[in-house]
C-alpha cells in the first residue's frame, strides 16, 4: 500500500505487518495490524477497531512526530471529553478552520505543523504557551 512517509517526504509501498514486530515486547499488541515503511523503519497504527481494521490511521510518522502527535492528544483530548469546552467535532472544525485546512492528528506530517497546531489548541483554551516537542 502507499503511504506517505514523513521522513522520506512522498508516498512510499509500505508492508502490512503485526504489533509483534513493532513492539516485540508488548504481547497485548502482537495481533494488531501495522504498516511499515522498510526503507525507514517508521511506522503506523491500523483503524483495527473497525471493519476496515487494515486502514492505516494516518500517514507515517517519524519517532518525533509520533510524540508530537501524543502532546497534542493529550491536550485535546481532556477539552472534548470532559465537554468543558466544546463537541470534538466542534473543536477540530475550528482548528481546522484556523490551519485553513481539514485538521486530523494522524495527519500531522511535520513538527512545525504540530507546532502551530499545538500554539492553535493552547490559544483556543486560553493555557500558556508550553512547547515541549
Known sequence: MKIYCCQCGKDVEARLTNGAEIY???????????WIHDECSN????????????????CIPTKEIRNARKHIHALLDPMWKTATMKKRGQLYAEISSKLGYQFHT????????????????????????????
Do not use: M, W
Open 43 to 58: 511506522f503506523v497504527g491500523c483503524h483495527h477497531k473497525t471493519p476496515q481494521r487494515k486502514n492505516p490511521l494516518g
Open 106 to 133: 494522524a495527519e500531522i506530517r511535520s513538527i512545525e505543523e504540530a507546532r502551530r497546531i499545538y500554539r492553535i489548541i493552547l490559544n483556543i483554551s486560553k493555557k500558556p504557551l508550553t512547547i515541549n516537542f
Open 24 to 34: 516485540p515486547h508488548r504481547e497485548d499488541l502482537d495481533s494488531l495490524p501495522f
